[in-house]
Protein backbone atom coordinates (compact mmCIF):
# COMPACT_ATOMS: atom_id res chain seq x y z
CA UNK A 1 0.00 0.00 0.00
CA UNK A 2 1.15 3.14 -1.00
CA UNK A 3 1.50 6.19 1.08
CA UNK A 4 0.41 9.27 -0.50
CA UNK A 5 1.96 12.85 -0.73
CA UNK A 6 -0.47 14.52 1.58
CA UNK A 7 -0.27 11.56 3.86
CA UNK A 8 3.55 12.53 3.74
CA UNK A 9 3.08 15.52 4.06
CA UNK A 10 0.85 15.81 7.05
CA UNK A 11 2.88 13.46 8.76
CA UNK A 12 6.05 15.83 8.74
CA UNK A 13 3.50 18.98 9.60
CA UNK A 14 1.60 16.77 12.66
CA UNK A 15 5.55 16.17 13.95
CA UNK A 16 6.13 19.68 13.35
CA UNK A 17 3.36 21.28 15.57
CA UNK A 18 3.21 18.53 18.34
CA UNK A 19 7.37 19.69 18.93
CA UNK A 20 6.34 23.31 18.39
CA UNK A 21 3.45 22.85 20.85
CA UNK A 22 5.47 20.91 23.63
CA UNK A 23 8.82 23.59 23.46
CA UNK A 24 6.31 26.51 23.86
CA UNK A 25 4.56 24.85 26.47
CA UNK A 26 7.70 24.09 27.92
CA UNK A 27 9.15 27.96 27.41
CA UNK A 28 5.60 29.36 28.85
CA UNK A 29 5.60 27.09 31.58
CA UNK A 30 8.94 28.22 32.53
CA UNK A 31 7.94 31.87 32.02
CA UNK A 32 4.70 31.08 34.73
CA UNK A 33 7.58 30.04 36.89
CA UNK A 34 9.72 33.27 36.26
CA UNK A 35 6.26 35.35 37.03
CA UNK A 36 5.48 33.14 40.10
CA UNK A 37 8.93 33.62 41.33
CA UNK A 38 9.08 37.58 40.93
CA UNK A 39 5.45 37.40 43.23
CA UNK A 40 7.05 35.29 45.40
CA UNK A 41 10.14 37.72 46.19
CA UNK A 42 8.11 40.38 45.88
CA UNK A 43 9.61 42.31 42.77
CA UNK A 44 8.82 45.94 42.74
CA UNK A 45 9.50 45.99 38.76
CA UNK A 46 6.73 43.54 38.75
CA UNK A 47 4.37 44.16 41.47
CA UNK A 48 4.46 47.51 42.55
CA UNK A 49 1.27 49.67 41.63
CA UNK A 50 3.20 51.45 38.89
CA UNK A 51 4.23 48.37 36.92
CA UNK A 52 0.50 46.91 36.62
CA UNK A 53 0.67 47.41 32.57
CA UNK A 54 3.62 45.06 32.75
CA UNK A 55 2.07 42.68 35.27
CA UNK A 56 -1.06 42.30 32.65
CA UNK A 57 0.78 42.11 29.88
CA UNK A 58 3.11 39.54 31.02
CA UNK A 59 0.62 37.35 32.45
CA UNK A 60 -1.28 37.65 29.35
CA UNK A 61 2.05 36.66 27.40
CA UNK A 62 2.39 33.26 29.37
CA UNK A 63 -1.59 32.89 29.42
CA UNK A 64 -2.01 32.92 25.30
CA UNK A 65 1.35 31.58 24.70
CA UNK A 66 0.62 28.22 27.27
CA UNK A 67 -3.10 28.02 25.55
CA UNK A 68 -1.95 28.43 21.73
CA UNK A 69 0.87 25.37 22.81
CA UNK A 70 -1.76 23.61 23.19
CA UNK A 71 -3.57 24.03 20.45
CA UNK A 72 -0.54 23.29 18.42
CA UNK A 73 -0.42 19.85 20.26
CA UNK A 74 -4.18 19.09 19.68
CA UNK A 75 -3.66 20.11 15.99
CA UNK A 76 -0.92 17.79 15.15
CA UNK A 77 -2.61 15.08 16.74
CA UNK A 78 -5.62 16.01 14.20
CA UNK A 79 -3.24 15.98 11.25
CA UNK A 80 -2.30 12.40 12.20
CA UNK A 81 -5.83 11.09 12.01
CA UNK A 82 -6.99 13.39 9.31
CA UNK A 83 -4.56 14.53 6.91
CA UNK A 84 -6.43 17.36 5.25
CA UNK A 85 -7.04 19.39 8.48
CA UNK A 86 -6.73 22.68 7.34
CA UNK A 87 -4.11 23.11 4.94
CA UNK A 88 -0.71 24.71 4.96
CA UNK A 89 -2.12 28.18 5.49
CA UNK A 90 -3.39 26.73 8.60
CA UNK A 91 -0.32 24.98 9.66
CA UNK A 92 1.78 28.47 9.36
CA UNK A 93 -0.75 30.68 10.57
CA UNK A 94 -1.05 28.48 13.88
CA UNK A 95 2.56 28.72 14.47
CA UNK A 96 3.16 32.05 13.46
CA UNK A 97 0.24 33.39 15.79
CA UNK A 98 1.47 31.51 18.73
CA UNK A 99 4.76 33.65 18.51
CA UNK A 100 2.81 36.92 17.64
CA UNK A 101 0.52 37.05 20.31
CA UNK A 102 2.60 36.37 23.53
CA UNK A 103 5.31 37.95 22.04
CA UNK A 104 3.43 40.98 21.73
CA UNK A 105 2.04 40.87 25.27
CA UNK A 106 5.52 40.63 26.08
CA UNK A 107 6.93 43.36 24.67
CA UNK A 108 4.16 45.45 24.97
CA UNK A 109 4.77 44.91 28.72
CA UNK A 110 8.64 45.24 28.65
CA UNK A 111 8.05 49.17 28.35
CA UNK A 112 5.29 50.84 28.93
CA UNK A 113 3.81 54.63 28.56
CA UNK A 114 2.01 55.61 31.51
CA UNK A 115 -0.98 53.30 31.70
CA UNK A 116 -0.75 52.03 28.20
CA UNK A 117 1.63 49.22 26.91
CA UNK A 118 4.90 49.34 24.21
CA UNK A 119 4.71 49.30 20.93
CA UNK A 120 5.33 45.65 20.54
CA UNK A 121 1.47 45.30 21.75
CA UNK A 122 0.73 46.12 17.80
CA UNK A 123 1.91 41.81 17.23
CA UNK A 124 -1.28 41.28 19.26
CA UNK A 125 -3.95 41.87 16.94
CA UNK A 126 -1.90 40.35 14.01
CA UNK A 127 -1.18 37.07 15.61
CA UNK A 128 -4.84 37.33 16.96
CA UNK A 129 -6.41 37.15 13.20
CA UNK A 130 -3.64 34.61 12.10
CA UNK A 131 -4.48 32.28 15.02
CA UNK A 132 -8.59 32.83 14.11
CA UNK A 133 -7.63 32.15 10.13
CA UNK A 134 -5.97 29.16 11.34
CA UNK A 135 -8.53 27.89 13.46
CA UNK A 136 -11.18 28.77 10.82
CA UNK A 137 -9.61 27.27 8.36
CA UNK A 138 -8.68 24.06 10.34
CA UNK A 139 -12.86 23.62 11.73
CA UNK A 140 -13.85 23.99 8.13
CA UNK A 141 -11.38 21.37 6.88
CA UNK A 142 -11.80 18.78 9.51
CA UNK A 143 -13.91 16.02 8.97
CA UNK A 144 -14.72 16.25 5.37
Do not use: C, Q
Request: proline share 3%; no cysteine.
Amino acid sequence: MAVSDEAVRAGAAANRHLRFGWWSLAVFAMAGLALETMHGFKVGAYLDLSNEPRRLMWTLAHAHGALIALINIVYGLTLRREAGAGGRFASRALMAGGVLLPLGFFLGGLVYYGGDPGLGIVLVPVGALLLVGALVSIARNTGR
